[in-house]
């Protein structure tokens, strides 16, 4: 059976310790040398680069959030022993681990990190899909004559070299389709490396629980579970057009991940769904003069970002976050696209006048969905509001004022509430 030492990269067949180093990190698969899809996930980004930066820091629970008002970021694997998750409230994360150390998110050096890294999976292939500053697919198919090795050495020799050169760590998962592939990277973390190949899929899925497929949140698990589907074993039970009929697009999407098919291809220029802007208060607050501050100075942020990368949407989405943490979202789809701070922002006003009043929030946030080039956005007047062209196109003027002049040139009073 194909092996591979993870530490020295030497390839022989299977034996519990590398001949080479004698090390007993060793991967051995019947179809290790074959398979070519891979996922690969940094352990504990944020705090893994916070303890390289601070070798104190090594055998403390860390945790990467915005103070006890906010919510947890990341958590290194020490405090993740503890119960500690990400999307946490802070204050809960603390009593689960009260030693902690918390620490602001540096994001402009995780960029920089996640940058070096990317550099070195570009020496790789080409075919890299990032998922998030921390994690990518990457297709390595017809490489190994370029790099006179299979893909399963190429992706321990990448892990290792982010360790050796970087000082962060990260789990891979390769297998024949991203689907599983993405399954296989958080089998065995941190600094795993596990594969799912062809022979073994169905029985490895069989019995695995639904809440592995990547997607599938608490809504689509409690609906799924009152349809008595619980197992990649109860879907299959299911004929493919009772799985639509019930769930809609996502029946078909199930039907397919139920039997370990995924034809989706490693994207290089993956499209963007949506671009958003949020916020978290230090105390929960209802008045609406602050929520309206908010949610302008966030419409303006998301129609930058939009203006920026040519795109405009054809959702408006209000997020909110109340006292008990649980989660509210309205979205209103528009007649047409739009990249305007002034649409975006009347929009989600409209959805934050909707809730029931005397709400408390500790979170707002504001996003266009649906997205569109820019050049399908604002072409029509609005019947509802004649005035909206004339504000449309003196936001377009105080975009050029900004440009020249720089951001705080021009602020609309609701900005300073």
């Not at 179809?31 to 403390?60: G, Q, T």
């Not at 000082?167 to 596990?194: E, M, W």
């Not at 649409?343 to 909707?354: E, H, M, P, S, V």
């Not at 809730?355 to 072409?379: F, H, K, N, T, W």
Request: charged share 30%; proline share 6%; with cysteine.
């Amino acid at each position: 059976m194909p092996a591979l030492c993870r530490d020295c990269l030497t390839t022989f067949e299977t034996g519990k310790r590398c001949p080479a180093c004698g090390r007993p990190r060793v991967l051995s698969h019947p179809e290790l040398f074959d398979l070519s899809i891979a996922h690969m996930d940094c352990d504990a980004f944020y705090a893994s680069v916070e303890k390289r930066d601070n070798p104190d820091l090594a055998d403390k629970p860390v945790i990467i959030g915005g103070g006890r008002r906010g919510v947890v970021s990341t958590a290194c694997y020490v405090a993740r022993i503890r119960g500690v998750r990400s999307a946490m409230p802070m204050f809960k994360a603390l009593q689960l681990c009260p030693e902690a150390v918390v620490i602001k998110p540096r994001m402009s050096v995780y960029a920089e990190v996640s940058r070096q890294i990317r550099a070195m999976m570009e020496e790789l292939t080409p075919a890299i899909e990032p998922l998030s500053l921390d994690e990518a697919f990457l297709d390595l198919t017809g490489t190994a004559r370029l790099h006179g090795a299979p893909p399963a050495v190429m992706m321990a020799r990448l892990v290792k070299r982010m360790k050796d050169e970087l000082g962060v760590t990260g789990s891979v998962g390769l297998s024949h389709n991203k689907f599983l592939a993405k399954i296989a990277s958080d089998l065995d973390k941190p600094r795993g490396f596990s594969v799912i190949g062809q022979a073994e899929t169905q029985a490895f899925l069989r019995p695995k629980p639904i809440r592995m497929i990547w997607g599938v949140g608490e809504a689509s698990q409690t609906a799924l579970e009152k349809a008595g589907i619980r197992t990649f074993e109860d879907l299959l039970r299911w004929e493919q057009r009772d799985l639509i009929h019930r769930f809609g697009g996502m029946g078909e999407r199930l039907w397919h991940l139920a039997r370990g098919q995924d034809k989706r291809r490693v994207t290089r220029n993956a499209p963007m769904k949506s671009i958003s802007n949020e916020t978290t208060f230090h105390e929960d607050t209802g008045d609406p003069d602050i929520l309206d501050g908010h949610l302008w100075r966030m419409s303006e942020k998301v129609a930058d970002r939009a203006k920026a990368k040519g795109l405009a949407g054809r959702v408006v989405t209000l997020k909110l976050r109340k006292s008990d943490f649980k989660i509210v979202t309205r979205r209103q789809a528009l007649h047409d696209a739009t990249q305007i701070a002034d649409r975006i922002y009347r929009t989600a006003r409209g959805l934050l006048d909707q809730m029931p009043p005397g709400q408390s929030y500790r979170l707002i946030g504001a996003g266009i969905s649906d997205l569109v080039p820019e050049a399908q956005a604002d072409r029509g007047g609005d019947l509802l509001d004649p005035h909206a062209a004339t504000r449309a196109k003196a936001e377009r003027a105080t975009d050029a004022i900004r440009a020249r002049f720089g951001p705080d040139a021009i602020l609309k009073g609701r900005a300073l509430r």
